[in-house]
């Protein structure tokens, strides 16, 4: 005769007089599952993922500038109150004394107020997360400083991009007065 313990005695059920199963029957048993391998439960409880449009910012540099960076700075810069605003992409020396040597790099270059006022945005690798220099100049004088430019964030993107102008040029008092 065998004896049984505690642990190993099924309590009866009520109606249907079906014992309940111990935990390695259950286990041992298989789960009925949809076509695509999932069991009922999990297919229900995991939304399908959206994917993301890519983000502009991962478009080429040149594509980025043009379609993207010129006409938000256009549009926050009129936003400001400038109104004759001419926006360029070039390749170009660095117009400053002491960078002659250097490297052609790309240039955003904005002019207004009847071409008195000039700021220039260099990209020196092409890159909008390479590095990143501004300058400012007044009145058709060459410019004697370049800046660095949205030095410390870890990922620039076009809203950054575009304050920092934006910024730069207020305080400049270039955009508004005190």
Same mark, same amino acid.
């Given at each position: ?5 505690? #642990? ?8 249907? %007089? ?14 009925? &599952?949809? !076509? ?14 959206? !994917?993301?449009?890519?983000?502009? #910012?991962?478009?080429?540099? &040149? ?11 256009? =549009?926050? *810069? ?11 992409? !070039?390749?170009? @020396?660095?117009?400053? @004394? ?5 490297? !052609? ?7 207004? +107020?009847?071409?008195?006022? =000039? ?11 390479? =590095? /990143? ?6 009145? %058709?004088? /060459?410019?004697? $400083? ?6 410390? #964030?870890? @990922?620039? &993107?076009?809203?950054? *991009? ?5 910024? /730069?040029? +207020?305080?400049?008092?270039?955009? $508004?007065? +005190?």
């Amino acid at each position: 005769m065998v004896e049984e313990s505690a #642990e190993n005695v099924v309590p009866p059920t009520k109606g249907g %007089g079906k014992k309940p199963k111990s935990a390695a029957a259950a286990a041992a048993e298989p789960v009925a &599952t949809s !076509e695509a391998g999932n069991s009922p439960a999990t297919e229900s409880k995991v939304p399908p993922k959206k !994917e993301k449009p890519p983000a502009v #910012e991962a478009k080429p540099f &040149t594509e980025f500038i043009q379609q993207d960076y010129l006409p938000a700075l256009t =549009q926050a *810069l009129a936003d400001k109150g400038v109104s004759d605003l001419q926006l360029n992409l !070039e390749r170009a @020396k660095i117009a400053i @004394k002491g960078f002659e040597t250097a490297p !052609e790099c790309s240039q955003v270059i904005g002019r207004w +107020n009847g071409g008195n006022r =000039q700021f220039n945005v260099y990209f020196f690798d092409d890159n909008i997360q390479g =590095q /990143r220099a501004i300058s400012c100049v007044d009145l %058709g004088h /060459r410019a004697s $400083t370049l800046e660095a430019f949205v030095i410390d #964030e870890r @990922k620039v &993107t076009l809203d950054l *991009l575009v304050a920092g102008v934006v910024l /730069r040029l +207020n305080s400049q008092k270039w955009l $508004t007065r +005190n």
